[in-house]
Structures are given as C-alpha cells and as structure tokens.
C-alpha cells in the first residue's frame, strides 16, 4: 500500500477493534450487575459498569506490550460511542467535548483504582463503593458479590489469550450465568 493510499484510505483501523468493544458493552450491560449486585440502573450508573469491565479489559491488554495499538484504538470507540450516547440524550455541541473529557478523566482513574486493587493488594471494595456507587455504599451482600464477581472475571480475563480477548471472545462472567 502505497503512502498517500494509507493516509487517504477510508478503512477505518478502529473497526477491527468493535467486536470486542460490543463485547464489553454487552457485559457491562448484563442484568445480573444491576439486579443482583445493585448497581445503580441508571444512565451513571451503566457508564460505570461499563467502565469497569472496559478497565479490566485494559488491564488484561496492557500485559501485552504488543497491544498498545489495539488500545488506542478501543479507546477511540469508546470516546466515540460516549460522545454519541451523550449527544443522544441532549447534550450540545459546546459542551459535549467537555464531558467527553470527564469521562476519559473518570475511566483513567478507574484504571488505575481497579488495577491497585487487583494487582497491588488496594482494596477492591473501596474502589468499587467509590467508582461504580459514587459514596453511597451499598448493602454488604451486593457490595461483596459485586466485588467477587469483578475479582473472579478479572481472573478469568488473565487466562484467556491476547487474541480471543481482541477478537471479541470474553470469558462469561458469573453476572451472566
């Protein structure tokens, strides 16, 4: 391929990345989370269910340092799908780059929460009352469930290949079954 075709080519190099983006969606949209967890079913609260899954999936990928690339590029379909979702719901054009902002500033830091949590002995618990409830923890049984089923698919993650994962396959969670 030719240098001007690889700059003016319409191939979108994100789309290979979107079966496992649907992926992540799908699972942070699954029932389970919500019903039996008692994560918030509200607009925030699916965001940080979502966000949760599509960190562990980072921390997962980051293992690999041959998947940088593969990174960016499920990132730049979540920026894009976020900024949709909130034009979706009537956010204006002058101010949706602003929010778009905050919420790769709150995925960050999720990243970076759960990765404390599950690889560097933080505790797990924390993190989720303060990303996924905001501060208002919820009952211990749905708090332990929820942080047992995120521990136990962070695991499941870490034995399933770089490949499957990008290809989209995920382990299904305890959430799903």
């Known amino acids: 391929m030719s240098f001007f075709s690889k700059i003016f080519s319409r191939d979108n190099p994100n789309a290979g990345m ?25 607009i925030d609260g699916r965001f940080d269910m979502i966000a949760a899954i599509f960190s562990l999936v980072l921390i997962r990928l980051e293992k690999d340092e041959e998947r940088g690339q593969d ?20 956010i204006g054009d002058m101010v949706v780059g602003k929010h778009v902002g905050r919420m790769m500033g709150a995925l960050g830091g999720r990243v970076g929460a759960y990765r404390d949590a599950l690889e560097k002995g933080a505790e797990l618990k924390d993190a989720i009352v303060r990303n996924i409830f905001r501060g208002a923890k919820p009952d211990d049984a749905a708090l332990d469930l929820l942080a047992s089923r995120l521990a136990a698919y962070h695991a499941a993650l870490g034995d399933c290949s770089s490949d499957a994962i990008v290809a989209g396959h995920l382990p299904a969670s305890e959430a799903a079954a």
């Open 18 to 42: 979107q079966p496992l983006y649907n992926a992540i969606v799908g699972e942070g949209r699954q029932l389970a989370w919500y019903e039996e967890a008692q994560v918030p079913d509200t």
């Open 71 to 90: 990174i960016a590029w499920l990132t730049e379909i979540f920026i894009s799908d976020m900024e949709g979702q909130l034009r979706q719901i009537g």
